[in-house]
């Protein structure tokens, strides 16, 4: 099969597959129809199919979400006609519940907390069943007894049950506005796939820079910098628009997945694109579902940053830029591409938008809302308009001009699924602050540290390095945030280091450590079972690029809070 695709590809022209079919959501009949007839799309390969479907396993583990790409290339062959003397007797599928080992190891972790570690004098026993119940918690999110929502499920009821919380503090984080901020997010990431504005967005970008292989990362790069404030997700970026796009200017190249033709093209702009994805997450405040999360943490510790989405932008405007910048170039001398230059891309590209044809009504709408409620973010806080009511201003128009259906947001599963652990979590860590429980651990380290007369700004540096470290032990980039960004947000503060500065810098390395490994974040997942990359290089390249991220916001990043008065 893989010779047969070889020899097809010499013999077209370089073309696009730029469908939104392998996106997170199902299409809209116009979408698949218009891939029905796509021949590009009808080559995808299954390793793709099978990437995109890892992005939406939230709560699969890193064995399960990554795809072995010889494997799935092979051809199956037809079943045999089935008879009654031929059937086989029906398998053990094993326990259909939570992994027993997980399970055990998750509840083991945080009973031995609470019935054999003593408990520190100024902490009650409420507060250290809590914590009890919120190492399990967060044990669970890295080992994966259950689905992420399913183990949150059972936290929140271990804490009510207990009597460790009542009820409505259990479920108070519910009507967070920042929680529902995330939502609505999800929501709008939505119409961005239905409508296919996302698609259309990438298609420019691949027309304007795809001359050379360097050009074509460019242009990708800054399509997803583009796109990414008004699409929270980086799964649903990732699988629903970039992955497809890539796939199909690889094969198309001849560069298939799991063979060494990746390295003609597929292995750079995968790599290129992952690498690159961490710092258009971080430039927006809306870019990402942890970057709205932190800022909910932080007001909790008593940071309130004025002007939030304005102050985001601006303080990761210049090392977002460098970073986007320097990535494609190092990547491409590190993985460089054997296909230097891709002439036909631009001209696919065009012919590709030719056949979408001019902008659809519910294009237009769709970009209309969202210019709308960005412009609303920044304002917002100058004409009394909070973020979350400008999404939801957003969302309404949607719905009041059916570019969404209520259907479409009831039939959206990561929405949902985010606000329920998103709020358990968030519900337990504010808890664990209201009980004193965070301040005094942070009291505790960070006056060890002082007392080391480090300083604050080698205190900032330490803590920095060591929370972004921390994060081979998670399988989920909102996971970390919600377990560990508040308590090394209150050792920084304990230590001295101003709160604005030690709360944007802890955010911006939450979306920093997104591509060290490939099952710590959604995107990771992706991009590593599309079958371009192996296991080795993408730890060898996270490892690498994450001395070269830190570097540039340390060293750019330092210089331009400064500039801006974060110290």
């Known amino acids: 099969m893989q010779a047969q695709l070889l020899s097809s590809s010499a013999r077209r022209p370089l073309t696009l597959g730029l469908s939104l079919s392998a996106s997170p959501a199902r299409l809209s009949a116009r979408s698949a129809a218009r891939d029905a007839h796509s021949p590009v799309?009808?080559?995808?390969?299954?390793?793709?199919?099978?990437?995109?479907?890892?992005?939406?396993?939230?709560?699969?583990?890193?064995?399960?979400?990554?795809?072995?790409?010889?494997?799935?290339?092979?051809?199956?062959?037809?079943?045999?006609?089935?008879?009654p003397a031929a059937e086989s007797p029906p398998q053990d599928q094993?326990?259909?519940?939570?992994?027993?080992?997980?399970?055990?190891?998750?509840?083991?972790?945080?009973?031995?907390?609470?019935?054999?570690?003593?408990?520190?004098?100024?902490?009650?026993?409420?507060?250290?069943?809590?914590?009890?119940?919120?190492?399990s918690t967060i044990t669970g999110l890295v080992l994966e007894p259950l689905p992420v929502g399913a183990w949150a499920f059972l936290s929140v009821t271990a804490a009510?049950?207990?009597?460790?919380?009542?009820?409505?503090?259990?479920?108070?984080?519910?009507?967070?506005?920042?929680?529902?901020?995330?939502?609505?997010?999800?929501?709008?990431?939505?119409?961005?796939?239905?409508?296919?504005?996302?698609e259309r967005v990438a298609t420019l970008f691949v027309k304007a820079f795809g001359k050379s292989t360097l050009g074509l990362a460019y242009g990708l790069a800054f399509a997803e910098?583009?796109?990414?404030?008004?699409?929270?997700?980086?799964?649903?970026r990732a699988g629903g628009i970039f992955m497809p796009i890539m796939s199909s200017l690889s094969q198309n190249a001849g560069s298939l997945p799991g063979t060494e033709s990746a390295k003609k093209l597929g292995k750079f702009l995968v790599m290129s694109q992952f690498q690159g994805s961490v710092h258009s997450s971080a430039l927006f405040l809306t870019a990402a579902a942890q970057n709205l999360l932190c800022l909910k943490l932080a007001t909790e510790m008593g940071v309130v940053i004025s002007s939030p989405w304005v102050t985001w932008v601006k303080g990761a405007l210049a090392p977002a830029l460098v970073g986007m910048l320097v990535t494609p170039l190092?990547?491409?001398?590190?993985?460089?591409?054997?296909?230097?230059?891709?002439?036909?891309?631009?001209?696919?590209?065009?012919?590709?938008?030719?056949k979408m044809g001019p902008m659809s009504r519910d294009e237009r709408i769709m970009l209309a809302t969202m210019g709308f409620a960005v412009v609303l973010w920044v304002t917002g806080d100058a004409i009394g308009v909070s973020s979350v009511v400008a999404a939801m201003l957003g969302l309404s128009v949607l719905l009041?001009?059916?570019?969404?259906?209520?259907?479409?947001?009831?039939?959206?599963?990561?929405?949902?699924?985010?606000?329920?652990?998103?709020?358990?979590?968030?519900?337990?860590?504010?808890?664990?602050?209201?009980?004193?429980?965070?301040?005094?651990?942070?009291?505790?380290?960070?006056?060890?540290?002082?007392a080391m007369n480090l300083g604050w700004q080698a205190v900032f540096g330490l803590l920095n390095v060591c929370y972004f470290a921390l994060h081979y032990m998670f399988a989920s980039q909102t996971a970390h945030v919600g377990a560990l960004y508040s308590a090394f947000l209150a050792m920084m503060l304990a230590a001295g280091v101003p709160g604005l500065l030690a709360a944007l810098s802890l955010a911006y390395c939450s979306n920093l450590f997104g591509s060290i490994t490939h099952y710590g974040s959604g995107q990771g997942a992706v991009y590593y079972g599309a079958g371009y990359v192996s296991l080795k290089e993408v730890f060898s390249m996270g490892a690498l690029m994450s001395v070269v991220n830190l570097a540039i916001w340390a060293v750019v990043g330092g210089a331009w809070w400064k500039v801006l008065g974060f110290y």
Not at 166 to 173: D, E, I, M, N
Not at 175 to 194: H, M, Y
């Open 94 to 135: 094993g326990w259909p519940g939570a992994k027993p080992v997980p399970f055990l190891l998750s509840i083991a972790v945080g009973a031995v907390l609470r019935f054999l570690v003593p408990i520190p004098q100024g902490i009650s026993v409420q507060a250290w069943t809590l914590l009890s119940i919120f190492v």
């Open 400 to 450: 009041l001009t059916g570019v969404l259906k209520w259907k479409d947001c009831l039939q959206y599963p990561p929405a949902w699924d985010t606000l329920f652990w998103f709020a358990v979590l968030v519900g337990m860590s504010g808890q664990l602050n209201s009980l004193g429980v965070i301040k005094h651990f942070a009291d505790v380290v960070g006056g060890k540290l002082v």
């Open 225 to 236: 910098a583009a796109i990414a404030p008004a699409m929270p997700s980086t799964t649903a």
């Open 41 to 83: 799309f009808s080559r995808r390969q299954p390793c793709v199919q099978s990437g995109v479907r890892a992005a939406l396993q939230f709560g699969k583990n890193s064995h399960a979400r990554a795809v072995n790409a010889r494997h799935l290339q092979r051809p199956q062959a037809a079943p045999a006609t089935e008879t």
């Open 330 to 354: 190092l990547m491409f001398k590190l993985s460089p591409p054997e296909i230097k230059d891709t002439p036909e891309a631009p001209k696919a590209a065009s012919e590709r938008l030719e």
């Open 160 to 198: 009510v049950f207990t009597k460790t919380l009542t009820f409505s503090q259990a479920f108070s984080a519910f009507t967070n506005d920042v929680i529902w901020l995330i939502v609505v997010s999800f929501f709008f990431a939505k119409g961005f796939e239905k409508t296919g504005l996302g």
